[in-house]
């Protein structure tokens, strides 16, 4: 599958002010949704006091991808975000919907 020009870059390289997952990003979407995704899944999983490695026990996603994800250096895959969602029960996608607003 073609990548596109920017996706060599990491989510987190989009940063132009403060510290991820918070911090403002340049027009990027991709690298926004990325940004929420990651909010999301710390709010998740702190909200259940759940560490990395129980997250990755009930998910199937290895520690290391979960941990990438939360540092906002890899592009998510949607069979990682689903199986994250199943796991925590929560969406984690923020999409266009306005009946799933950022966290």
């Known amino acids: ?3 596109g020009d920017k ?3 990491k989510p987190v390289e989009y ?3 403060g510290v991820w997952p918070r911090a403002m990003l340049g027009d990027h979407h991709g690298a926004q949704v990325a ?3 990651s909010a999301r899944l710390r709010g998740a999983i ?3 006091g759940w560490t990395v490695a129980e997250l990755s026990r009930r998910s199937d996603v290895a520690r290391f991808t979960i941990t990438k994800v939360l540092d906002g250096v890899v ?3 949607l069979l990682t975000i689903a199986n ?3 796991a925590l029960d929560v969406d984690l ?3 266009r919907n306005p009946d799933n607003p950022p966290g």
């Open 1 to 3: 599958m073609p990548q």
């Open 7 to 9: 996706r060599h870059h």
């Open 15 to 17: 940063l132009i002010e």
């Open 35 to 37: 940004q929420e995704v």
């Open 46 to 48: 702190d909200a259940r």
């Open 75 to 77: 592009w998510c895959d």
């Open 84 to 86: 994250l969602e199943k």
């Open 93 to 95: 996608w923020p999409g």
